[in-house]
C-alpha cells in the first residue's frame, strides 16, 4: 500500500468518524479495537476528528 492510499484511508475514517459522530457505539468501537489490536490507533482517530473520549462524568471510555 502506498503513503497516498494510507493517508486516503486514514482522511476517510477521519471523516466517518466526523460525520458520524456522538451516533457511534464507542464501547463497541473500543471493544473491538482491543480485540484487533489497534487501540491506540482509535484513540488517535477519535482525537483528530475532535471527539472527546471522555464519559458524562469526565471518565475515560477507554
Do not use: C, H
Not at 457511534?24 to 473500543?30: G, I, N
Amino acid at each position: 500500500m502506498s503513503a497516498n492510499e494510507s493517508q486516503k484511508q486514514w482522511r476517510d475514517v477521519l471523516g466517518m468518524l466526523k460525520l458520524q459522530g456522538e451516533k457511534l457505539d464507542f464501547s463497541y468501537l473500543r471493544t473491538w479495537a482491543n480485540v484487533l489490536g489497534i487501540a491506540p490507533e482509535l484513540l488517535t482517530a477519535l482525537d483528530e476528528a475532535g471527539l472527546s473520549i471522555l464519559d458524562e462524568a469526565g471518565l475515560s471510555i477507554f
